[in-house]
């Protein structure tokens, strides 16, 4: 079966960096676009970034522009998630998700598998 697995959270502090990364199997993965998304306690899911099959094309929410880079690699079946300049309001569980749609897909409806999360906390 279709397995997305996430890694690379922790607790940091404002203003340094980490690099979330998801490894995906049971799936033809460069087949797939692949997205990040994320949610806050008591908030909805939402579009991080997203990364088209062939990596050509990408698309990033305004709130991450700039800082956030998505990144994929069709033989090792990952896809990464570079994260710059992290503020407070970028705490949240971070989702890695798999969509067939052909193009770098901003919508979580689209999406048809998940990871099971993991957890960024960035302090002041």
């Known amino acids: 079966q279709v397995q997305l697995v996430e890694s690379g959270g922790g607790l940091v502090q404002a203003g340094v960096s980490l690099r979330l990364s998801c490894a995906a199997s049971?799936?033809?993965?460069?087949?797939?676009?692949m997205g990040w998304f994320r949610q806050a306690p008591g908030k909805e899911r939402e579009f991080v970034a997203a990364?088209?099959?062939?990596?050509?094309?990408?698309d990033y929410a305004d709130s991450v522009k700039g800082r956030f880079t998505i990144s994929r690699d069709n033989f090792k079946n990952t896809v990464d998630l570079q994260m710059n300049s992290l503020q407070p309001e970028d705490t949240a569980e971070y989702y890695c998700?798999?969509?067939?749609?052909?193009?770098?897909?901003?919508?979580?409806?689209?999406?048809?598998?998940w990871g099971q999360g993991t957890q960024v906390t960035v302090s002041s």
């Open positions: 998700g798999a969509t067939p749609r052909p193009y770098a897909s901003t919508w979580k409806s689209d999406y048809d598998y």
């Open positions: 049971g799936l033809t993965f460069s087949s797939y676009t």
């Open positions: 990364i088209s099959w062939s990596g050509k094309s990408t």
